[in-house]
């Protein structure tokens, strides 16, 4: 049986619309999918595109280029492409929440993210600091959020923080935590039996053994030494100007780095459009596009779908790994 895959398109004045439209154009042989939105906003979608779109019942075949299998959440109002609606800010919870049902109850066997407008969501009167801490608190699980493409992974030991709040928030519990999750993860969700992380200093050069900050000589070192013995190959902690040359990259699996822009930006720029953001931890996979709304091009047919795409053949894969493990 295929991999049984959740797709959320995310706010709907955004492009998460019409890149769904796209994906349905495609034949899939690696897994089946099941579409969790409004219905008149796929509609308008496929209709800007030009695109046919067929939108099924969840337990009919797909079978011709635009169909797509559909469990209606219905917005509260139409959809502008372009503005978003802050009356539409439950139906993009709904969507995210209950797909993510689907997957814990095992009916599901993954799912796939559009991008969300915090914004919108939160001047819709519900507190949201992303889709990560949402679907974590739902399944009562620690995550770790990992964005990967065909060239680095990078997985992350605080997320959303302001600057100030990083060193604080990276403790010695945190950061093994952090460490073991993503070692989990690549041996169960990507095969990889003996995983290698490079782990990153919080300062300029690793902290020049202590004489520009001590959290790696505090925290880190000690946390990497408790876990190598048992059995983590860790390497670092690496200054992060030098971690991500080629040649070293060759020898890890993926890098841990201690904040949000630490270690990004070196993904996006090897490879933005291909990226992909995982969420690691959880009991099934969760996978995302790496980019944001883009409400400037929604509704124009100019959106680079390749994230989505991508990020639906690493779900389905990794559905297809857990499933064989």
């Known amino acids: 049986m295929l991999p049984r895959l959740a797709l959320v398109p995310g706010e709907p004045a955004g492009i998460g619309p019409e890149l769904c439209v796209r994906l349905a154009q495609q034949p899939r042989t690696d897994c089946t999918l099941l579409a969790f939105a409004d219905a008149a906003t796929l509609a308008s979608a496929a209709e800007a595109l030009g695109l046919p779109l067929q939108l099924i019942d969840e337990d009919a075949v797909a079978t011709r280029p635009g169909d797509l299998r559909l469990r209606p959440v219905p917005n509260a109002a139409p959809t502008t492409f372009g503005r978003t609606d802050p009356h539409n800010a439950r139906a993009v919870i709904d969507a995210l929440t209950r797909a993510a049902g689907a997957c814990l109850a095992g009916e599901l066997d993954g799912m796939v993210t559009g991008p969300v407008h915090k914004a919108a969501i939160n001047a819709g009167g519900i507190a949201y600091s992303g889709t990560t801490e949402l ?30 709040d990083v060193p604080e928030a990276i403790t010695a519990a945190a950061l093994e935590e952090v460490l073991r999750i993503t070692d ?20 300029p050069h690793a902290g020049e053994a202590g004489h520009l900050g001590r959290e790696e000589i505090e925290v880190i070192e000690p946390v990497l030494l408790a876990l190598r013995e048992q059995g983590l190959d860790l390497i670092g902690p690496l200054p992060a100007d030098t971690a991500f040359l080629p040649q070293k990259l060759r020898g890890f699996d993926a890098v841990v780095a201690m904040y949000h822009d630490q270690g990004l930006p070196v993904l996006k720029y090897s490879g933005f459009e291909q990226a992909v953001n995982l969420t690691l931890g959880l009991p099934y996979p969760r996978v995302a596009v790496d980019h944001g ?11 680079d779908p390749s994230s989505l795409f991508a990020a639906v053949a690493t779900c389905a894969r990794i559905a297809a790994i857990r499933h064989a493990h």
Do not use: S
Request: glycine share 8%.
């Open 293 to 303: 709304t883009a409400l400037e091009l929604a509704g124009k047919g100019i959106a």
């Open 135 to 164: 679907l974590a608190e739902q399944a009562g699980r620690p995550v770790v959020m990992m964005l990967a493409n065909e060239i680095v992974r990078v997985a992350l030991a605080t997320t959303h923080l302001p600057l100030r």
């Open 184 to 203: 989990q993860a690549l041996r169960n969700d990507f095969g990889i039996a003996h995983p290698t992380l490079a782990v990153l200093g919080l300062n």
